[in-house]
């Protein structure tokens, strides 16, 4: 468990209690007089009197909550009375199950115990937020004129995003002086509790299922043609982006649709929180309007009679039960947007019966479904080819079995069925007829090796388009579960998950180098849910010793995405071609879901046109 930092005044019960992720309620003797909110917060991000009992603390009413993580947040009425812009002169009251009498322009004195909460528990690496527990509250005067707000804008956001943690305190920030004239993450982190203002902003992550979104402050921060920030190195984390909620519950007061590339006019004011999913949130007392700016759903050509077209496109757990109008709208998206591909490697396909964990495996219905409704569409009537898993033994939702698949248009393509394997048993490479085969087709690589443990084993077919034979490998490597977030107290974020998708990446690169050996100038095209970046390890490891390139990086650095998370625009999806493709190939990141409110699936498909 990593040592997290903090201030010689803070005791030992604070270290365990944050370790546990729990708010720190152990008190020692209590203040001798009372303190200001400034006191409390201090000039880290710990503060100097955790786990201690304060009493009479004075402040204003900005902000109300009543459901999630109950409380109030309160701020100092004489503004930044230390003069010291490292200190926040605003923090969380928590009240848990205790009833809210409270309201905004209330002035108030709380006492209770200050505690650091860890949202998400320590394990996520998240910052901790400082709040007061089990207050005692007392309302001296209400109807008072809310502090001022912070103004959140391009001027007063730092370009560069957080320092370099601690070494001596295994990379923790922690413990470390705020500087918020240098550092975004110090700069939002002085102004935690703090009732703030951002004024019209741009939409770049569209509002989610939880009733959220993002914004960006920086307009002019890595943007994008259709109005996102991309996320283009390790360095470049977009200090602009911050997350909007609001107070008000939505069976109050719904909370607006919008597409990245909208905008959010208008004031959005309230107090700024810390929470587990995203980090800085400013939690809107005012919410502004979103203008609609009409962001179009993409459509890429159609293949030229000469071109074979290859597609990678993750589903998001279709099965059976899912809606018809699922169903319709990925296989109209396929036949519109994505130009009915000759080949269409499928992620995340679930058996025939779902996330019902009852050993069912064939997913022979959810593929019929869902070409069924390719043909309603008006495309072709493409076949299928994939490998069943073990049960359970692919990760992804318990019972659901998910799986990569191919889909097929006889009309353009054919594929090569040789031995098909099954869940166990590796496809190999063998010479015939002096040209590179695989031993069988459809065929799952190396399934027993390590790196496939709870995830999912990729799949090898061998296509034939005008007489030349395409090797096409479809992958969903691990997920970023356990990584930490950009907003994490160590900087650099710890990305965990790293390792698996190194080791996947490297079993991937050494398959097509097998294939290469034997055909020098085989056609491969390895393509899928990478679910890591073009400039990480494991995309640098896919493409070790000139086996394969990223199509993706030849496409502007701006235009490197396939999926948005917490406002930056991103590529999980991937395809990599080998160098008998050669480079004449026209890729192209379609741009149908990740943008957007309403969604078929989280990923953009991704389609690779070329001349084999």
């Known amino acids: 468990?990593?040592?997290?930092?903090?201030?010689?005044?803070?005791?030992?019960?604070?270290?365990?209690?944050?370790?546990?992720?729990?708010?720190?309620?152990?008190?020692?003797?209590?203040?001798?007089?009372?303190?200001?909110?400034?006191?409390?917060?201090?000039?880290?991000?710990?503060?100097?009197?955790?786990?201690?009992?304060?009493?009479?603390?004075?402040g204003v009413v900005t902000g109300v909550r009543g459901y999630g993580s109950k409380g109030f947040w309160i701020q100092s009425a004489d503004g930044d009375a230390d003069k010291d812009p490292a200190t926040s002169e605003g923090v969380f009251v928590f009240t848990g199950s205790a009833p809210l009498t409270v309201k905004p322009g209330d002035a108030v004195l709380v006492s209770g115990t200050v505690g650091e909460y860890v949202p998400g528990g320590a394990a996520s690496g998240n910052q901790s937020l400082t709040q007061l527990t089990k207050p005692t509250v007392t309302v001296t005067s209400s109807g008072n004129e809310l502090p001022k707000p912070v103004r959140v804008d391009a001027k007063s956001v730092p370009a560069a995003y957080a320092p370099a943690g601690d070494p001596a305190q295994d990379d923790s920030v922690n413990g470390l002086p705020l500087r918020p004239r240098a550092y975004?993450?110090?700069?939002?982190?002085?102004?935690?509790?703090?009732?703030?203002?951002?004024?019209?902003?741009?939409?770049?992550?569209?509002?989610?299922?939880?009733?959220?979104?993002?914004?960006?402050?920086?307009?002019?921060?890595?943007?994008?043609?259709?109005?996102?920030?991309?996320?283009?190195?390790?360095?470049?984390?977009?200090?602009?982006?911050?997350?909007?909620q609001q107070l008000a519950p939505v069976a109050q007061q719904p909370f607006p649709k919008a597409n990245v590339g909208d905008v959010l006019t208008g004031r959005t004011e309230g107090p700024l929180d810390f929470n587990q999913f995203g980090g800085y949130t400013l939690v809107a007392r005012e919410l502004g309007d979103v203008a609609d700016k009409g962001l179009a759903r993409e459509k890429t050509r159609r293949q030229a009679k000469g071109e074979l077209a290859v597609a990678t496109y993750n589903v998001e757990n279709l099965d059976p039960g899912d809606p018809q109008q699922k169903f319709d709208a990925l296989?109209?998206?396929?036949?519109?947007?994505?130009?009915?591909?000759?080949?269409?490697?499928?992620?995340?396909?679930?058996?025939?019966?779902?996330?019902?964990?009852?050993?069912?495996?064939?997913?022979?219905?959810?593929?019929?479904?869902?070409?069924?409704?390719?043909v309603a569409a008006g495309g072709p009537r493409y076949a299928w080819r994939s490998v069943d898993p073990e049960n359970n033994k692919d990760g992804g939702e318990p019972g659901g079995n998910i799986r990569q698949v191919f889909l097929y248009n006889p009309e353009r393509v054919s594929f090569t069925e040789r031995a098909p394997g099954d869940a166990t048993t590796p496809t190999g490479v063998v010479r015939q007829g002096g040209r590179a085969a695989l031993t069988h087709s459809p065929g799952r690589i190396a399934p027993a090796d390590a790196a496939w443990a709870d995830s999912r084993k990729p799949l090898a077919g061998e296509f034939v388009f005008r007489g030349r034979t395409v090797f096409v490998i479809a992958n969903h490597f691990g997920s970023k579960g356990g990584d930490e977030g950009l907003t994490s107290h160590h900087q650099p974020p710890?990305?965990?998950?790293?390792?698996?998708?190194?080791?996947?990446?490297?079993?991937?690169?050494?398959?097509?180098?097998?294939?290469?050996?034997?055909?020098?100038?085989?056609?491969v095209v390895v393509l899928g849910d990478i679910n890591d970046f073009e400039f990480s390890a494991a995309a640098k490891a896919l493409e070790d010793g000139g086996a394969l390139r990223s199509a993706v990086r030849s496409l502007p650095r701006s235009e490197r995405y396939s999926y948005v998370y917490q406002g930056n625009s991103q590529v999980l999806d991937q395809i990599l071609t080998s160098p008998g493709v050669g480079r004449d190939f026209a890729y192209d990141s379609v741009h149908i879901n990740a943008e957007f409110a309403d969604q078929n699936s989280d990923h953009d498909p991704q389609v690779l046109r070329f001349r084999p």
């Open 331 to 374: 296989a109209g998206a396929v036949v519109a947007n994505l130009a009915s591909p000759d080949v269409v490697a499928l992620e995340e396909i679930q058996d025939d019966t779902g996330a019902k964990n009852d050993g069912t495996v064939s997913a022979e219905a959810t593929l019929k479904k869902f070409t069924d409704a390719i």
């Open 184 to 244: 975004a993450l110090d700069f939002y982190e002085s102004l935690e509790g703090m009732n703030v203002r951002v004024g019209t902003s741009r939409v770049v992550g569209a509002t989610d299922a939880y009733n959220e979104l993002w914004v960006t402050v920086k307009k002019h921060e890595n943007p994008n043609r259709r109005g996102g920030t991309v996320y283009g190195s390790y360095r470049a984390q977009n200090g602009g982006r911050l997350q909007i």
């Open 494 to 523: 710890v990305r965990s998950s790293e390792t698996k998708r190194l080791r996947q990446a490297q079993v991937v690169n050494g398959f097509v180098k097998d294939l290469r050996k034997v055909q020098r100038d085989a056609d």
């Open 1 to 58: 468990m990593p040592q997290i930092p903090r201030s010689a005044a803070v005791g030992a019960v604070v270290a365990t209690a944050l370790a546990a992720g729990l708010l720190v309620t152990t008190s020692s003797a209590a203040s001798a007089a009372p303190v200001a909110i400034h006191d409390i917060q201090g000039t880290t991000r710990v503060s100097p009197l955790a786990g201690q009992q304060v009493t009479d603390v004075a």
